[in-house]
């Protein structure tokens, strides 16, 4: 049995013995209280603030710089968790060892998975031949890097919000409808900046490869070093492949993220170097986690626009 499949039983048996003791205790119910709410990562976190407001409490079970393919829920957590108005993640397989966990939690508390209502013809299909049989979801789950596609995440939440506390539904709808002129704007700048790159250095190489829907939506070349999950590990000839492109296009900046432990990029400059070729790390880019909260990178907004100005400064030499 695989270390991840293994926590996922060990995890859906602490649930049960978790949901058990927190129905024993009784619920309370105050009309007065703001919804409780809990995401999986730290782009529905901001999202959720965005549409509710002071009209919910919302707890993020990953931090900044945690990787959400990996990560395990605690018995905190699954408290959490069972204690929640709802319970909202990002689904296609991103909260990887904790998918067992999920779907329990579906069975009887209010769930939301914000990719379940986006076509499956706007969907990435990641390569299968780099993740192997045992990789579960037919789709790229970064969704959050195409700003047209994240706006109905926001959609998604804020109907669930609705559903949920309908006396309410005119606030959520008036800071949803704010949000998303605030989204048009950065898909505005992000596409602005993009094309200050000639289309000779428009590429992206990263850690992992999180940022395919930044590459459709926004006209930019990506590669990345692991596939769409950090649980399958770069092999040495990808760090050859990757190294031979980047000398023969004579890139001239790779990146980091802030999720993804740093080996594998630094494995591919190295590689070029040894080929004779001199490339940067051009910065450490926001992926599948946002930075410390507080901080204009706490935010998806802002996150997204310090990625952008960090690839389009590094590719172009500044």
């Known amino acids: 049995m695989k270390p991840v499949r293994m926590f996922a039983v060990v995890s859906a048996a602490l649930l049960t013995v978790v949901l058990s003791a927190c129905n024993a205790t009784g619920d309370t119910d105050d009309e007065d209280q703001p919804l409780q709410v809990v995401t999986t990562t730290t782009q529905i976190y901001d999202a959720v603030v965005n549409v509710g407001g002071d009209l919910v409490e919302v707890e993020s079970l990953m931090g900044p710089g945690i990787d959400p393919h990996s ?5 905190g957590d699954l408290t959490r968790m069972e204690n929640a108005d709802i319970i909202i993640y990002n689904g296609l397989h991103l909260e990887g060892a904790m998918s067992d966990v999920l779907e329990q ?7 939301l998975a914000v990719t379940a209502h ?30 047209y596609l994240w706006k109905y995440a926001v959609e998604a939440i804020r109907d669930e919000l ?14 949803t409808e ?29 850690a992992h490869d999180a ?13 990345g070093l692991q596939p769409v999950t950090t649980d399958v590990e770069a092999g040495a000839a990808g760090i050859r492949e990757l190294a ?29 170097l040894d080929r004779g070729f001199q490339v940067e790390i051009g910065g450490e880019l926001y992926g599948d986690a946002l930075g410390e909260g507080g901080t204009e990178e706490g935010t998806y907004i802002g ?3 310090y990625n952008i100005d960090t690839i389009v400064e590094a590719l172009r030499g500044d």
């Open 118 to 147: 986006i076509e499956e013809d706007l969907l990435i299909e990641p390569d299968v031949d780099l993740l192997g049989d045992d990789f579960e979801a037919p789709h790229d789950p970064h969704i959050w890097f195409d700003v």
């Open 211 to 223: 940022f395919g829907y930044l590459g459709n939506r926004y006209d930019i070349e990506v590669q």
């Open 71 to 75: 990560y395990q829920a605690t018995e």
């Open 178 to 206: 704010a949000y998303l002129e605030e989204l048009d704007e950065l898909d505005e700048y992000i596409h602005g900046r993009i094309a200050e790159l000639p289309e000779s250095q428009r590429i992206l190489i990263t």
């Open 303 to 305: 996150a997204f626009r």
């Open 105 to 111: 939690m579906g069975e009887r508390s209010h769930t």
């Open 244 to 272: 031979d492109l980047i000398v023969e296009r004579e890139i001239r900046a790779i990146f980091l993220e802030t999720a993804v432990p740093p080996h594998g990029i630094e494995a591919v400059r190295e590689a070029v």
């Open 162 to 175: 609705v559903e949920l506390d309908p006396d309410n539904a005119d606030a959520y709808n008036e800071n």
